[in-house]
């Protein structure tokens, strides 16, 4: 039990690891390169199709062989998500993290890889983002 | 090209690591909502998973890597945008890694969705605000 717990701590850890090193290989920790694939009536950069295309193939491959597991390497249960509606929650919610994502080119994932870029901006966006998380959590609280 | 691909297939090992090891989808958004979750131990891993991922900056830099950031340094549009990012993501479930990979992945309808709405979002955002002449 002990181990497994402590297998789980540094699969996470790992993953997590390498979660960032493929956003600094690809570039999209840079919110210049986000905000060019986003900018599609202008000097339009389609590199996050490939980023996400790629990443979206490999998990797809992981998940279909999850299907013949019965249960994770260092866990007791697979954690799919539970949530099947489409609401005015999910699209207005996706609507507004756009418009933030448009705004300065960061979304959680790169915000998190450049806390340690020495950039003090990417500092104050994690802060709001933080603080714009507990808000939702109080306010209005979690999806069911 | 190159550098996109390899990077974006790392980034799908990682979230395979972690549906495989653990049985975690890999959302910033679930990760971050579990940082405030501390006495659960189930989502303890969460700690583990930002500590990896904050380091992987210092680590590429030191293994020779670079990969510059370019960002506004404009306090009111960061501010929004940290909020808007962090109130909007908790509502809609999910962001680029939640819903954008692990979703898409899964061919989940509300991921598809989801990514299709925060693309469309933030491409009208980037537009309009080329069109205001960048006066933010």
């Known amino acids: 039990m002990k181990t497994m717990s402590l297998s789980k701590l540094l699969a996470a850890l790992v993953c ?65 998500p539970s949530l099947k509606q489409i609401d005015l929650r999910l699209v207005g919610g996706a609507l507004l993290f756009g418009i933030g994502w448009g705004l300065v080119g960061l979304c959680p994932g790169p915000a998190l890889v450049d806390i340690f870029s020495g950039n003090t901006d990417v500092l104050l966006f994690v802060a709001a983002m933080l603080v ?11 999806a069911k | 090209m190159v550098n996109e691909l390899l990077g974006g297939a790392l980034i799908g090992l990682a979230a395979a690591g972690l549906w495989l090891g653990i049985g975690r989808i890999s959302g910033m958004t679930a990760v971050i909502s579990g940082l405030f979750a501390w006495p659960e131990v189930q989502r303890r891993w969460v700690y583990a998973f930002i500590f990896g991922l904050m380091l992987a900056y210092p680590a590429f830099y030191a293994l020779g ?11 009111t549009l960061l ?30 309808l509300r991921s598809i969705i989801a990514t299709c709405t925060f693309i469309s979002a933030g491409m009208a955002t980037v537009a309009l605000m080329n069109l205001i002449g960048g006066a933010l």
């Open chain 1, 132 to 142: 714009g998380n507990r808000v939702a959590h109080y306010a209005i609280g979690p």
């Open chain 2, 65 to 75: 890597g670079s990969s510059p950031i370019s960002i506004t340094s404009n306090k």
């Open chain 2, 79 to 108: 501010i929004s945008a940290g909020l808007l990012v962090g109130f909007g993501t908790y509502i809609g479930n999910g962001c680029t890694s939640g819903h954008g990979v692990c979703g898409m992945g899964r061919f989940s």
């Open chain 1, 16 to 80: 997590g690891f390498i979660f960032g090193l493929g956003l600094l290989l690809s570039g999209m920790n840079d919110p210049a390169k986000v905000r060019a694939f986003l900018d599609v009536f202008g000097a339009w950069g389609p590199e996050l199709i490939a980023v996400m295309g790629s990443a979206v193939v490999v998990f797809a491959i992981a998940f279909k062989l999850s299907g013949r597991m019965v249960k994770p390497l260092f866990a007791h249960a697979f954690h799919e």
